[in-house]
């Protein structure tokens, strides 16, 4: 039987908040159109990120309960430090507030190792790319060719060009201190990366003596998708090891595939790494054996993880995906395809054919959808990645368990609203805006 529902039952719920089309056209108006900076309980359905917003397990929170919250050595640590071992196959763990903590890390350990580094990626995600170059560095993007088609069947659309890459090592290797692998995608649609380019980005790394470093966030959802179309007959758990085996060092924002809602990790191999780093560590995050999280946080991401490669609830995650795209599609908006891992990503672009790159076609799109039905998404495009951007995508990210099928169904139904209404808008100017990360921040006003 072709048939998929939840796989989980609902024990405790949370309201949804209602606003009329007034007053949300009120709350935009205050929120200088950016919609990070509206209040939560004025959001119908919020898709704005799948990052920390996951719902819990009873055992997430059971475990909660038994937390050890000793500064040093606790229990919690313990079993945290067990569950990454066992996820990642790495010897050595810093646990991190967060993912950005560890990049934040990274770019110092790499800023004291390499005068005026550069770091390639297949993308690099939005603070990934600011905590780097915030240091200094370089982040050229080098993703396969087939990813800038949106129409364009492959497999593996987040996968490094590895052509490209090796092209750029042969000119640039003494200053590179890393490449760096995301999986899935993210700033790509969250489009998955083979186990084989994985190999074969390894293979370069080694050929220029050069480490390969993992972002491994929503790892769990990539090695779904290698199973699928892929590596048929090995575990999920066997494929992220696999993956990981290739690498020197990962790392993880355990708001996504951790299922929780802070948290992360550096997992290393080697102990000198490990002890170069934990210096960091000490200093910003905290002791090695909290490094920023309360006992209770360490529990949820242990059992998370556990959690996460469970392949019934990774069928369901990658199929309401789909859902939601077929949804979207069947309706008229342009969508990115095949869907990734954690989003459907709107070709914002594509809509508002109208609207000038510099007025933000993106931003227009997730403006509009909260003025119809009090639903926010994400902008990932030229207000994001600035001239980086290759896209113009609205990012509908799903927080895992905690929307159903008929929340999902009227996400489409209000995004046809936007298609219908689109003359309505003519874009809109930045007005004010911050160095880094500046999407978080910006202030615009109506064109
Ligand atoms: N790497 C990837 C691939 C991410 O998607 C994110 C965050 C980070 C690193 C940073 O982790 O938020 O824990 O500091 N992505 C969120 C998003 C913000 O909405 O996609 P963080």
Same mark, same amino acid.
């Given at each position: 039987?072709?048939?998929? !529902?939840?796989?989980?039952?609902?024990?405790?719920?949370?309201?949804?908040?209602?606003?009329?089309?007034?007053?949300?056209?009120?709350?935009?108006?205050?929120?200088?159109?950016?919609?990070?900076?509206?209040?939560?309980?004025?959001?119908? #359905?919020?898709?704005?990120?799948?990052?920390?917003?996951?719902?819990?397990?009873?055992?997430?929170?059971?475990?909660?309960? +038994?937390?050890?919250?000793?500064?040093?050595?606790?229990?919690?640590? %313990?079993?945290?430090?067990?569950?990454?071992?066992?996820?990642?196959?790495?010897?050595?763990?810093?646990?991190?507030?967060?993912?950005?903590?560890?990049?934040? #890390?990274?770019?110092?350990?790499?800023?004291?190792? &390499?005068?005026?580094?550069?770091?390639?990626?297949?993308?690099?995600?939005?603070?990934? @790319?600011?905590?780097?170059?915030?240091?200094?560095?370089?982040?050229?993007?080098?993703?396969?060719?087939?990813?800038?088609?949106?129409?364009?069947?492959?497999?593996? @659309?987040?996968?490094?060009?590895?052509?490209?890459?090796?092209?750029?090592? %042969?000119?640039?290797?003494?200053?590179?201190?890393?490449?760096?692998?995301?999986?899935?995608?993210?700033?790509?649609?969250?489009?998955?990366?083979?186990?084989?380019?994985?190999?074969?980005?390894?293979?370069?790394?080694?050929?220029?003596?050069?480490?390969?470093?993992?972002?491994?966030? *929503?790892?769990? %959802?990539?090695?779904?998708?290698?199973?699928?179309?892929? %590596?048929?007959?090995?575990?999920?758990?066997?494929? &992220?090891?696999?993956?990981?085996?290739?690498?020197?060092?990962?790392?993880?924002?355990?708001?996504?595939?951790? &299922?929780?809602?802070?948290?992360? !990790?550096?997992?290393?191999?080697?102990?000198?790494?490990?002890?170069? =780093?934990?210096?960091?560590?000490?200093?910003? +995050?905290?002791?090695?054996?909290?490094?920023?999280?309360?006992?209770?946080?360490?529990?949820?991401?242990?059992?998370?993880?556990?959690?996460?490669?469970?392949? @019934?609830?990774?069928?369901? $995650?990658?199929?309401?995906?789909?859902?939601?795209?077929? +949804?979207?599609?069947? *309706?008229?908006?342009?969508?990115?395809?095949?869907?990734?891992?954690?989003?459907?990503?709107?070709?914002?672009? $594509?809509?508002?054919?109208?609207?000038?790159?510099?007025?933000?076609?993106?931003?227009?799109?997730?403006?509009?959808?909260? =003025?119809?039905?009090?639903?926010?998404?994400?902008?990932?495009?030229?207000?994001?990645?600035?001239?980086?951007?290759?896209?113009?995508?609205? $990012?509908?990210?799903?927080?895992?368990?905690?929307?159903?099928?008929?929340?999902? $169904?009227?996400?489409?139904?209000?995004?046809?609203?936007? =298609?219908?209404?689109?003359?309505?808008?003519?874009?809109?100017?930045?007005? @004010?805006?911050?160095?880094? =990360?500046?999407?978080?921040?910006?202030?615009?006003?109506?064109?």
């Amino acid at each position: 039987m072709n048939f998929f !529902f939840e796989p989980y039952k609902i024990k405790v719920v949370e309201p949804i908040f209602f606003t009329s089309k007034r007053e949300r056209k009120k709350i935009l108006e205050k929120a200088f159109y950016n919609i990070f900076k509206i209040p939560a309980n004025k959001i119908t #359905i919020d898709l704005l990120t799948d990052s920390g917003t996951n719902a819990m397990s009873e055992h997430q929170w059971s475990k909660i309960m +038994e937390a050890d919250e000793s500064y040093a050595g606790a229990e919690s640590f %313990e079993r945290f430090c067990e569950e990454v071992k066992s996820f990642t196959g790495m010897d050595y763990v810093l646990p991190c507030h967060q993912g950005r903590g560890a990049e934040r #890390i990274l770019a110092e350990y790499f800023s004291k190792k &390499i005068k005026n580094p550069i770091v390639p990626s297949n993308t690099h995600f939005d603070t990934t @790319k600011a905590n780097l170059n915030y240091i200094g560095a370089e982040t050229p993007d080098f993703v396969i060719n087939e990813a800038l088609d949106p129409e364009k069947y492959h497999p593996f @659309k987040g996968n490094m060009n590895t052509d490209n890459l090796k092209i750029f090592l %042969e000119k640039y290797h003494k200053r590179v201190p890393a490449v760096f692998l995301v999986l899935t995608n993210n700033s790509m649609a969250g489009q998955p990366v083979s186990l084989q380019n994985v190999k074969e980005t390894r293979e370069i790394c080694e050929k220029f003596g050069i480490p390969l470093f993992l972002d491994i966030s *929503r790892i769990a %959802e990539n090695a779904y998708f290698i199973k699928k179309r892929e %590596e048929k007959n090995k575990s999920i758990k066997k494929i &992220i090891r696999e993956i990981i085996s290739y690498s020197d060092l990962c790392y993880m924002s355990a708001k996504k595939d951790g &299922i929780s809602n802070i948290g992360g !990790f550096i997992a290393v191999k080697d102990k000198k790494l490990y002890e170069e =780093l934990s210096m960091y560590l000490i200093l910003w +995050e905290g002791f090695p054996t909290y490094g920023g999280l309360s006992g209770r946080d360490l529990e949820a991401v242990a059992q998370g993880l556990k959690e996460a490669t469970d392949e @019934k609830y990774l069928e369901f $995650r990658i199929k309401e995906v789909e859902f939601l795209g077929e +949804e979207l599609s069947k *309706r008229g908006v342009p969508v990115y395809k095949p869907t990734g891992g954690h989003a459907v990503y709107v070709l914002a672009e $594509r809509v508002f054919d109208h609207i000038k790159r510099e007025n933000f076609p993106g931003q227009v799109f997730s403006i509009a959808l909260y =003025l119809e039905g009090g639903i926010r998404v994400c902008e990932i495009g030229s207000l994001m990645h600035g001239k980086d951007a290759k896209f113009e995508f609205v $990012r509908y990210a799903i927080p895992r368990r905690v929307y159903t099928e008929s929340h999902l $169904r009227y996400v489409a139904e209000v995004s046809k609203l936007v =298609l219908e209404n689109k003359n309505k808008w003519k874009g809109v100017k930045l007005i @004010k805006e911050s160095p880094y =990360l500046r999407h978080f921040s910006a202030e615009f006003v109506l064109l």
